[in-house]
């Protein structure tokens, strides 16, 4: 099966995640999309994903209990010693399809021999 490049998974903000004001907690955010970030290089590694060399993380917009957002991750680039993923939350912000960017992230992970996997259809 062909790891996906580009996935959008939806989240949806709970009181459980949220501080007592109903924002949700931006190290959960975190945790969650450093987490899905390993999602599109999956099938390039013959074990598990290394963690991250590097990150970028930018909150733009606070997100509320109840809110339903949408993480997008996708695979941008692949250096000779690293891949780098993409990351943007959003959410819909009003009935016209426009999406309000919540954050966005990049993160770096490793090429390593020991780790990868040789794919001829890789980028």
């Known amino acids: 099966m062909k790891t996906p490049i580009h996935t959008n998974i939806p989240f949806i903000v709970t009181k459980k995640i949220s501080n ?13 999309i450093k987490t899905l970030a390993k999602i599109p290089i999956k099938g390039f590694y013959l074990h598990e994903v290394p963690e991250s060399t590097d990150y970028n993380f930018k909150v733009f917009k606070n997100a509320f209990v109840n809110d339903k957002l949408t993480i997008q991750t996708q695979l941008v680039r692949k250096n000779s010693d690293s891949y ?6 959003t959410k819909q912000k009003n009935k016209l399809n426009h999406q309000e960017t919540i ?13 990868f996997k040789e794919n001829k259809t890789a980028c």
């Open 84 to 89: 780098l993923v993409n990351i943007m939350v």
């Open 103 to 115: 954050c966005s992230a990049l993160f770096s992970f490793p090429i390593e021999k020991s780790h």
């Open 20 to 32: 007592a004001n109903g924002f949700l907690l931006p190290s959960t955010l975190y945790n969650e």
